[in-house]
């Protein structure tokens, strides 16, 4: 059975910190985009995240850019999402998909998703 399964959501205080995992199953990792997406109350669907499977190249959206970092560990079959400084405005279900190598990991067409991991940022 393919799947992705996510892990490492929480609550954490203003400024602490979350690992994020993205397992994969039935599948090998390192040979699609994995993507990173949030989705709050009353918010669009972000995507905030992304590695491309052909060259590692990532990609953050403007809003994380220099608190989150993804990587991939292809020993583990995991993509991780470091998520450093974090506010309460980064409180969301976040969750992980994977698809098909392309030009760019922002433009897949993500066809594979996991069920989502919750992160609660608050005092």
């Known amino acids: 059975q393919l799947q992705v399964v996510e892990s490492g959501g929480g609550l954490v205080q203003p400024g602490g910190s979350l690992r994020l995992s993205c397992a994969a199953s039935g599948f090998t990792l390192e040979h699609y985009d994995i993507g990173w997406f949030r989705q709050a109350p009353g918010k669009e669907h972000e995507g905030v995240s992304c590695i491309s499977s052909s060259d590692g190249s990532t990609y953050y959206a403007d809003s994380v850019k220099g608190r989150f970092t993804i990587s991939r560990d292809n020993a583990k079959n995991t993509v991780y999402l470091q998520m450093n400084s974090l506010k309460p405005e980064d409180t969301a279900v976040y969750s992980c998909?994977?698809?098909?190598?392309?030009?760019?990991?922002?433009?897949?067409?993500?066809?594979?998703w996991g069920q989502g991991t919750q992160v609660t940022v608050s005092s």
């Open positions: 998909a994977a698809g098909p190598n392309g030009n760019s990991c922002q433009t897949s067409p993500y066809a594979l």
